[in-house]
Structure formats: C-alpha cells, structure tokens
C-alpha cells in the first residue's frame, strides 16, 4: 500500500502541535497532524480553563519573547473572531528570603523596557484586601498580565488550522518514524504517511516518537494537580478586583481571580510525583490538595473551601528551557517542548517550529532551546525547575 504524502506531518496537537499545524497551514503547505487521544483530551497539559500570560521572566530572552507571544495571540484573536485574553494583572509576590530572587526579574523587564511596579505586603493589601501577606513581603505587579484559555486556545488554533487546509487525525497514534534521507515516514493505525519532515510535539511522549531514531531526550514527567476554591465573596475574586499571583518560592504556587464560574484556581507549581503517561491516575491526591489548602489559608484566608481539584502532566526539560530544534543528524526532524511553562507562548512556539522545519529565519534567537546543548547533552547536569 502506498503513503499518503504531505509537506509537513506534526505528531501532537496539544497546544504547541496544534499552533504549528495552524502556522504551516498559514503557509501554503500541506499539513497533516496526528494525535494519539482524542483532540481536546485530558491527559496532557492543553486541557481544563485557565493559564497565565504575562511579561515578567527571570531573562531578557524571555522577557522580549513574551513581548511576541502577545502579539501573535491578538493576531490570533484577529483571525479567529474570538476573544482570547483577559488582562487581569498580576503580582509575583517574594517573601522574605525567597528561594527565587526577585533581581533578575527587575533587572529582565528594564531591560526590555516593560512597565512594571513594586509594593511592599502594606500596599498590595491595600490596594487588593483579599491578601494578607508576611511582613517585608516584595510584589512586583505587571498591569499587562493576563488569562488565555488552555482548551478554548488549543480548540481555536486546530479550527484555524483546518480552515486553512491542515488535516487533523485524532486517535492516530505514530508507532513509527523513519528518516528517508529525502523526508519521513510515520506509522499509524490507518497507514504509513509521508511528509517531507515533521514536527514532534508529544509532549510526555516524545520519546516514545524518536526511539526509531536512537534519540532520548532527558525529560522528567511529573503529575501536578490544580484546585478550585470557592470564595462567600465572590465579587472581590472577579477579573478587575482581583490579579493574578504566583507566589516565588520553594514550594511555589500560584493563582488565579474567578475565570468563568464563581470560584478561584490555584496550583503548587512542580509539586507533584513522577509518573509514566501512560500509567497515571486521575484521582485528587489530597495530601497535594491540603499543602495547597493550608498555603491559600494563609495568604488568601477569604478564598474559601477546596471544591474539586484536576490533574495535569507536566513535562520538564533539566533546565527547564523549551526546545525549538532540529534533531542533531536527521535535519527533517524537528523537536518542540513547552518545558511546563510554554502555552502562554504557544502560538509563538508554533510560528518558530514552522521556521525551523521549513528553514525560514526566526524572529527568536532558539540557540538556548537546542536539543545539543548541555543541559540535555551532559548527564551530570543538575536539574533546577524554579524559572
């Protein structure tokens, strides 16, 4: 039986699979994308309501590329017709001591000439009364932050990627991939697919993807879990009353005001255990759910109860950079991770991994996001998760 022949194959229609689905299709190109679950499943990372967008990052580098990411979510607010960011505002809140130092953040939004204040535990319960925060606490508040939707965005950028001409194929998971030397070939349920190159983006799964190819990226999976509170007063956690937070410590946490329903999300970031993606549970680990209880007790004591709480993978490179790159001697091949922090950048990862595969220069400097650099090359490297 012959291949069905493509331009481009993209393995994974998460967030960042799907927004390269969407760019190659932009382009004129044949696409196709294959995702081994249904689209819009829940055993990744794209799925459930809320995620933050904002500009304060610990590098320039990233700084200025937060600075593209909102700019190619209004351009996909543009085609689209749907409203896709909430700007909310946000505080990255340092107490005394802090595991992560507030100075390379102050240092990376000067630099790339973002707007940003600074305001003591006074202040800040001040001016939003629902905190109540140690005593030399730092806020640093970016009005520009904002919410953009985990499964609404994701669904957007497939929509646009079919109207474009891209062929999406759920349930169609690639148990092959062979490097022809004049493109590639992957196995699927319904048949061998041929692509001129193609864009793997399976997340937790990636490595599943290029084992034909001899290649191991060292990714740690780990499964986190969100919870949903509801406050008695719900008006003083509505966008507008209340930001964003993230709480810049060791453990770290963060948090959202009522986004759609009457109550406020909060996460532990890098919280959760180890586990194979394909053997994991969904159930509340409760322990998880009280150390984040017993922490919004604290600072956020009017958030109310715990109402339900949900899992989601996250997939973590050592240094927790992402990867935009070629696999190192199969040049047709190209890697895209979101180290657990990328779908605020999701359409600007897809823009990039389109440029890699199709050879086109980037607006990004994504020599830190190969997969050859050091931090994925040498086995002693020490992983640090705290960006």
Same mark, same amino acid.
């Given at each position: 039986?012959?291949?069905?022949?493509?331009?481009?194959?993209?393995?994974?229609?998460?967030?960042?699979? #799907?927004?390269?689905?969407?760019?190659?299709?932009?382009?004129?190109?044949?696409?196709?994308?294959?995702?081994? !679950?249904?689209?819009?499943?829940?055993?990744?990372?794209?799925?459930?309501?809320?995620?933050?967008?904002?500009?304060?990052? %610990?590098?320039?580098?990233?700084?200025?590329?937060?600075?593209?990411?909102?700019?190619?979510?209004?351009?996909?607010?543009?085609?689209?017709?749907?409203?896709?960011?909430?700007?909310?505002?946000?505080?990255?809140? !340092?107490?005394?001591?802090?595991? *992560?130092?507030?100075?390379?953040?102050?240092?990376?939004? @000067?630099?790339?000439? *973002?707007?940003?204040?600074?305001?003591?535990?006074?202040?800040? #319960?001040?001016?939003? &009364?629902?905190?109540? =925060?140690?005593?030399?606490?730092?806020?640093?508040?970016?009005?520009?932050?904002? *919410?953009? &939707?985990?499964?609404?965005?994701?669904?957007?950028?497939?929509?646009?990627?079919?109207?474009?001409?891209?062929?999406?194929?759920?349930? #169609?998971?690639?148990?092959?991939?062979?490097?022809?030397?004049?493109?590639?070939?992957?196995?699927?349920?319904?048949?061998?697919?041929?692509?001129?190159?193609?864009?793997?983006?399976?997340?937790?799964?990636?490595?599943?993807?290029?084992?034909?190819?001899?290649?191991?990226?060292?990714?740690?999976?780990?499964?986190?879990?969100?919870?949903?509170?509801?406050?008695?007063?719900?008006?003083?956690?509505?966008?507008?009353? %209340?930001?964003?937070?993230?709480?810049?410590?060791?453990?770290?946490?963060?948090?959202?005001?009522?986004?759609?329903?009457?109550?406020?999300?909060?996460?532990?970031?890098?919280?959760?255990? #180890?586990?194979?993606?394909?053997?994991?549970? @969904?159930?509340?680990?409760?322990?998880?759910?009280?150390?984040?209880?017993?922490?919004?007790?604290? *600072?956020?004591?009017? @958030?109310?109860?715990?109402?339900?709480? =949900?899992?989601?993978?996250?997939?973590?490179?050592?240094?927790?950079? !992402?990867?935009?790159?070629?696999?190192?001697? %199969?040049?047709?091949?190209?890697?895209?991770?979101?180290?657990?922090?990328?779908?605020?950048?999701?359409?600007?990862?897809?823009?990039?991994?389109?440029?890699?595969?199709?050879?086109?220069?980037?607006?990004?400097?994504?020599?830190? !996001?190969?997969?050859?650099?050091?931090?994925?090359?040498?086995?002693?490297?020490?992983?640090?998760?705290?960006?």
């Amino acid at each position: 039986m012959s291949a069905e022949r493509f331009d481009y194959a993209v393995v994974g229609l998460g967030a960042l699979g #799907s927004a390269a689905c969407m760019e190659l299709a932009l382009r004129g190109h044949r696409v196709v994308g294959l995702e081994r !679950f249904p689209l819009g499943h829940s055993r990744g990372a794209s799925h459930d309501t809320s995620r933050i967008l904002r500009h304060s990052y %610990h590098t320039t580098a990233y700084v200025r590329m937060t600075q593209q990411a909102y700019a190619d979510w209004a351009r996909l607010e543009r085609a689209s017709g749907t409203p896709l960011v909430t700007t909310v505002g946000g505080l990255d809140l !340092f107490p005394p001591d802090a595991a *992560i130092s507030p100075v390379d953040y102050l240092e990376s939004l @000067s630099a790339a000439g *973002i707007a940003f204040g600074m305001l003591d535990a006074a202040k800040v #319960s001040a001016r939003w &009364p629902q905190f109540r =925060l140690p005593e030399g606490t730092l806020a640093l508040y970016q009005e520009d932050a904002a *919410i953009v &939707p985990a499964a609404l965005g994701t669904a957007t950028m497939q929509q646009q990627a079919q109207k474009h001409g891209a062929e999406l194929r759920a349930e #169609s998971p690639v148990t092959g991939l062979r490097d022809t030397g004049s493109g590639v070939e992957l196995t699927t349920p319904g048949g061998v697919v041929a692509a001129g190159a193609v864009v793997v983006c399976a997340d937790a799964w990636t490595n599943q993807v290029l084992a034909p190819l001899g290649v191991t990226v060292p990714l740690e999976v780990t499964l986190e879990q969100v919870t949903y509170f509801r406050p008695q007063d719900t008006g003083r956690y509505l966008p507008g009353q %209340h930001p964003l937070w993230i709480w810049m410590d060791d453990p770290c946490f963060y948090g959202f005001p009522s986004y759609g329903e009457p109550t406020v999300k909060v996460a532990e970031d890098c919280g959760g255990p #180890s586990v194979d993606p394909d053997d994991r549970t @969904s159930d509340t680990d409760p322990v998880m759910q009280q150390r984040l209880a017993d922490h919004v007790a604290r *600072i956020l004591p009017g @958030s109310g109860p715990p109402v339900r709480s =949900l899992r989601c993978q996250y997939t973590l490179t050592p240094d927790r950079d !992402f990867v935009v790159s070629p696999v190192p001697g %199969h040049p047709a091949v190209t890697v895209g991770l979101g180290a657990a922090h990328g779908f605020k950048f999701a359409p600007t990862l897809g823009r990039l991994l389109a440029d890699v595969a199709t050879g086109t220069p980037t607006t990004v400097d994504l020599e830190p !996001f190969r997969l050859d650099r050091p931090a994925l090359t040498d086995p002693a490297y020490q992983a640090h998760w705290l960006v």
